[in-house]
């Protein structure tokens, strides 16, 4: 409910009916997580019972949305956090702004008549974001390496942490997780670089995308980071269990074989 309330709390309000559509949709999403968490059944939200996964990601996301509300506050009413996070999010935005890099594509996505202070702050909001979904990459490796997750939490029970995962639905578990992975892992990849091309190629037909609206900014960038982020993130955790499954097969063949006794 926090996460969705920050911008509409930080930046100047809009109308009423804005606040009242922010205030269902932030009670909406709490109460969808209330429930998801308060079940023993399989829901929605994947990795429940298997933390941090789920928090590093919420962490970030939240990071990512309010950071950039402070660099949007931060037009209009100058403070010297706002002054600082705006600048760190210049300095990484200038750094990657390479040709063919996301961020680079990101403000190509703009039309060619925007302001050119308005295209520095998209780039300044692309880069604070992009840091932090790289940040989050990093912290999950981390995790997943030294504090070998999720062994360290016992049983990793996949009806419950991957509830749209059918391990009965045909062939080997093993192949359909490190499948999965790989996809994932590739989309995550490519969709910094496709978003942009795909809002480009629409601008054509349909009004052009301008994020002149500080919310509307906030939100798209943040999406526009995290989701490749989370899919990167949710592909590294399916070839973990995958390769946990064809342990503990490799550690029960072994014990199989250890108990038949010489004729």
């Known amino acids: 409910m926090l996460l969705i309330a920050t911008p509409s709390l930080m930046l100047s309000q809009g109308n009423s009916d804005s606040t009242q559509v922010v205030a269902f949709f932030g009670l909406f999403a709490g109460a969808l997580t209330f429930a998801e968490y308060a079940s023993t059944y399989p829901g929605l939200i994947e990795f429940r019972y298997a933390p941090p996964f789920n928090r590093i990601r919420f962490l970030a996301l939240f990071l990512s949305v309010f950071l950039i509300t402070v660099i949007c506050q931060a037009q209009t009413d100058p403070t010297p956090f706002g002054a600082f996070v705006k600048a760190v999010g210049t300095l990484v935005g200038g750094a990657i702004d390479v040709p063919y890099s996301p961020v680079r594509l990101i403000t190509l996505m703009l039309p060619a008549k925007t302001p050119v202070e308005h295209v520095m702050l998209v780039r300044t909001a692309a880069g604070m974001a992009y840091l932090i979904s790289l940040v989050m990459l990093a912290v999950f490796v981390i995790v997943l390496k030294i504090f070998n997750w999720p062994n360290r939490l016992g049983a990793f029970n996949v ?46 037909s349909f009004q052009p995308i301008t994020l002149s ?32 499954i064809r342990e503990k097969r490799r550690q029960n063949r072994a014990a199989e074989r250890a108990s038949f006794q010489p004729a």
């Not at 790989?182 to 995550?188: D, K, M, V």
């Not at 509307?216 to 982020?229: H, R």
């Open 159 to 204: 009806w419950v942490n991957l509830p749209t995962f059918d391990p009965t639905a045909g062939g080997d578990v093993v192949a359909r997780l490190e499948r999965d992975a790989r996809f994932n892992i590739a989309l995550g990849f490519l969709l910094p670089f496709l978003i942009p091309a795909v809002v480009k190629l629409a601008m054509s």
């Open 213 to 244: 609206s500080p919310q509307t900014l906030v939100w798209t960038v943040s999406a526009w980071a995290f989701l490749p982020a989370s899919l990167f993130m949710r592909g590294i955790a399916m070839g973990r269990i995958a390769q946990m």
